[in-house]
């Protein structure tokens, strides 16, 4: 099991190690270990989220998931992603972006660095959404119930995460982006870019999850109907097919896990810096990373993690909660990527032995309950 989840992690791991030493000796092969440790540490949470949702789906999907998926988070946002980032924030075509990210890397940091404040901004809202759309939802199982309880009587009242969304926005916007960190120590005023790039992340998160959860709802109603129609089908000789709806369902869901990712991906790029200039040892490392964290999550949904322990799903939305804020933090004051990665690790860790901890309460529980019942069947004198 573990190996036909984690074969491809492994192949990948291999070549993208090997490439490494071939381009840059065994400095490169030790920078490639590194950047990759650090997209899985940031990203556990990421797996744990996209498997509530890939749970949902088929063993196609499933595979679709760790195949063009994870061709779009490598290629599209560790390494062409970093270059659209030049290629806007400095005017540049992206030929003449790539050149500049191969010929001249202390430039290309420096131009990632500036645009650190709209990433930052436009991702910490996608997230910040998450977040607040978990918690204000009124959940049969509840982690911290002393603050989901009266989060989720909060969440009734409409639009309520939209508006603290925005609110969050403009005390940003107001505070951190008024000194926004430059490159080399410096600030700039990046008020606006701050504002537009936070709209857009709120937008983006509108968007592609109202279309997702919309043909979510979808397939589920059609697979409702999905048993009397094979009865009737049986009954006719006919064969009645759902396949195309089904595929949009999927398909959505699938966006929704690729834009998820791509905000889960924002602080791996950016703190990659802070390791390495050089962008092919950066996609390497963060591509190896990404494979493990797509297995991780297909793992997740087929040995049933998730059902077996319940507080991890909250543990990874309150790690999204805490990544949302540092990302917004990070528009004016740096913090270091190994404190960021050990939230979400806590949060999760903390989530999980909670976990742990209420199953085996169950089970002593239920241990006692038999117990009991097979002394009340014992006859009395015996």
Request: charged content about 15%; hydrophobic content about 55%.
């Amino acid at each position: 099991m573990v190996l036909k989840t984690f074969g491809w992690s492994f192949a990948v791991t291999a070549l993208g190690l090997v490439a490494a030493v071939l381009y840059g000796g065994w400095t490169a092969f030790g920078l490639v270990a590194i950047l990759s440790i650090l997209e899985i540490s940031l990203s556990f949470d990421n797996a744990v989220v996209n498997a509530g949702i890939l749970k949902k789906m088929n063993a196609f999907w499933q595979r679709i998931f760790l195949t063009i998926g994870i061709l779009i988070a490598v290629f599209g946002m560790r390494l062409v992603f970093p270059v659209v980032i030049v290629a806007i924030s400095a005017n540049l075509g992206p030929i003449e972006a790539v050149d500049l990210a191969l010929t001249d890397k202390n430039q290309y940091q420096q131009y990632v660095t500036d645009a650190h404040p709209s990433i930052a901004a436009f991702g910490g809202m996608f997230l910040l959404m998450i977040f607040l759309d978990f918690v204000f939802e009124d959940r049969e199982i509840k982690w911290l119930g002393w603050l989901e309880r009266p989060l989720a009587k909060l969440g009734k009242i409409d639009m309520l995460s939209v508006c603290i969304a925005m609110i969050v926005l403009l005390i940003s916007a107001m505070t951190f982006a008024t000194h926004a960190h430059q490159h080399g120590g410096t600030y700039a005023d990046k008020t606006e870019t701050v504002l537009i790039s936070g709209i857009a992340g709120l937008i983006t998160y509108l968007v592609v999850g109202g279309l997702s959860g919309y043909f979510e709802d979808k397939l589920e109603e059609e697979e409702e109907r999905e048993h009397e129609a094979e009865e009737a089908a049986k009954r006719s000789g006919k064969k009645v097919s759902v396949v195309q709806l089904a595929g949009k369902a999927a398909f959505f869901m699938f966006l929704y896990l690729e834009v998820l990712d791509a905000s889960f991906s924002f602080d791996g790029v950016i703190g990659a810096f802070a390791i390495t200039n050089d962008i092919v040892l950066m996609a390497l490392g963060l591509g190896i990373g990404a494979m493990y964290v797509r297995s991780l999550t297909v793992y997740l949904v087929r040995q049933g993690t998730l059902d077996d322990y319940v507080y991890l799903e909250h543990g990874a939305h309150y790690a999204i909660g805490a990544l949302a804020a540092i990302l917004l933090v990070t528009i004016r004051y740096e913090i270091n990527e190994v404190i960021t990665g050990l939230i979400g690790v806590v949060l999760i860790g903390w989530s999980f032995w909670s976990s742990v901890r209420r199953n085996r309460a169950l089970a002593a529980a239920e241990g006692k309950a038999e117990s009991s019942d097979d002394k009340a069947e014992v006859p009395s004198g015996v």
